[in-house]
DNA sequence: AAGACGAAAGTGGTTGA
DNA sequence: TCAACAACTTTCGTCTT
C-alpha cells in the first residue's frame, strides 16, 4: 500500500491515489489498471495479473447524487486526521490558580486564566456531535476496510454507530471501542461473525471491552440478536486454513448433527466449529494438526479434544 | 521430534442470594 | 456485593506416530 498522504482534496476518488505511482506491469508492460474494490485487487487491464491485493477503499463512504449530499456524505478528509482533530490529545486548562511549581498565580493573571479556561471549553464542546461523529465515521471506514469488511455490512455498521451517536451513547466510551462494537455486531447480523480477538486485533481495543461494549449496544438498540451458529464460523476458518470445500461441507453437517441433539448450548460456537474442523479434516484426509486449528479459531487445542471427545460420545457418524 | 492426550490449577464472566 | 459455578485457558508430564 502507498503510505503517501499528499492528497489533501475533500473528496478524492482512489484512482486519483494511484495516478501517480503507477508501474508498469512486469508481464505485459502496460500501465492500465482495473480496480476492484469487491474483492480489493488491483490488476492489469491487460493481462489480468494482480498487482495488489487488499488494497483499502479510501473514497467516499456512501454515493452521492447532489452537491448538498456529496458534502454531507463524504467522509471529512484524508486518512490522517492532523488536520482537522486533536486525535483525542484534548488540552484542559486546571482549574487551580496554581503555576507548574505550584506556587499562585498573580491576581493580574487570575483574570486572564479565568477567560481562557471559558473560552478552552467552549470552543471543545462546540459542535461536538458533528464531529465526533465524523471521526466515528472514519474510524468506522479504517477499521472495516482493514477487517475486508465491504458492502452492506459496513452499511448497517455505520447505521448502528449513527444511532448510538444519535442516543448519547458514545458518551463515556471510546470511539474506536464503540466502532468497534458497532462492526462486531454488523457482522453479527449479517452472519458472517468475526470473533472478538479478530476485533481486538485489527482496533486496538482489548477484547474486553469491545465484548462489553456491543453487550451495552445490543442491550440498548434492541439489537435481538441470535447467539451465533458453529457453521458460520467454519468456511472462514477453512479458508485460512487452506482446506477444501468438501471438508467444509462436512464440518458444517458436523455441527448441524450435532445441534439436532441439542449439543450446542452453552458452549462457545468457535470451539465447535473448530472440533468439527479438525474432525472432518481427519475424515477426508486433509489432515491439520490441532494446533493450526485452534490458532486460527483462537481456542485451544485442550478446548478443541474437549468438543472432539463430545462429539464422538454423541452418535452422529463420528467415530475414529 | 512433533503431535496428541489428559490432569490439575488458574482466569474472567455470569448468576443468584 | 459476594460466593458458587461453568467454560475455557495455561501448563506440564506422558504416550504415540
Not at 491515489?17 to 482495473?34: H, L, Q
Not at 440498548?220 to 482446506?243: C, M, Q, V
Request: hydrophobic content about 35%.
Amino acid at each position: 500500500m502507498p503510505t503517501k498522504t499528499t492528497y489533501r482534496t475533500k473528496a478524492f476518488r482512489p484512482s486519483d491515489i494511484y495516478a501517480d505511482e503507477v508501474k508498469e506491469c512486469p508481464d505485459c508492460k502496460c500501465t492500465e489498471r482495473n480496480v476492484d474494490y469487491q474483492r480489493a485487487e488491483i490488476s492489469c487491464k491487460k493481462c489480468g495479473l494482480v498487482l495488489d491485493e487488499e488494497i483499502i477503499d479510501l473514497g467516499p463512504e456512501w454515493r452521492a447524487f447532489d452537491h448538498e449530499q456529496k458534502n454531507k456524505r463524504t467522509r471529512t478528509g484524508p486518512p490522517s486526521t492532523y488536520m482537522i482533530s486533536d486525535k483525542g490529545l484534548t488540552t484542559t486548562i486546571d482549574w487551580k490558580n496554581k503555576d507548574i511549581y505550584g506556587n499562585p498565580i498573580s491576581e493580574d493573571n487570575k483574570a486572564l486564566m479565568y477567560r481562557l479556561r471559558k473560552l478552552n471549553k467552549r470552543s471543545r464542546i462546540s459542535g461536538r456531535g458533528q464531529r465526533s461523529l465524523a471521526l466515528g465515521l472514519s474510524e468506522l471506514h479504517r477499521q472495516s476496510s482493514r477487517l475486508g469488511i465491504l458492502g452492506p455490512v459496513r452499511e448497517d455498521a455505520a447505521r448502528i454507530y449513527r444511532i448510538a451517536a444519535r442516543n448519547n451513547l458514545i458518551r463515556g466510551r471510546s470511539v474506536e471501542s464503540m466502532v468497534a462494537a458497532s462492526i462486531y455486531a454488523a457482522c453479527r447480523r449479517a452472519n458472517i461473525p468475526r470473533t472478538l480477538d479478530e476485533m481486538a486485533e485489527m482496533s486496538m481495543v482489548p477484547k474486553k471491552q469491545i465484548g462489553k461494549n456491543y453487550r451495552f449496544l445490543s442491550r440498548e438498540l434492541n439489537l435481538k440478536l441470535k447467539p451465533t451458529s458453529p457453521a458460520d464460523y467454519i468456511p472462514r476458518f477453512a479458508t485460512k486454513l487452506g482446506l477444501s470445500g468438501e471438508v467444509q461441507s462436512k464440518a458444517i453437517d458436523i455441527t448441524h448433527r450435532a445441534s439436532q441433539k441439542g449439543f450446542n448450548t452453552g458452549k462457545g460456537p468457535t470451539g465447535l466449529a473448530a472440533a468439527a474442523l479438525y474432525i472432518a479434516s481427519l475424515l477426508l484426509g486433509e489432515r491439520k494438526t490441532q494446533k493450526d486449528v485452534a490458532n486460527v479459531a483462537g481456542v485451544t487445542e485442550v478446548t478443541i479434544r474437549n468438543r472432539y471427545k463430545e462429539l464422538a460420545e454423541l452418535d452422529i457418524g463420528v467415530s475414529l
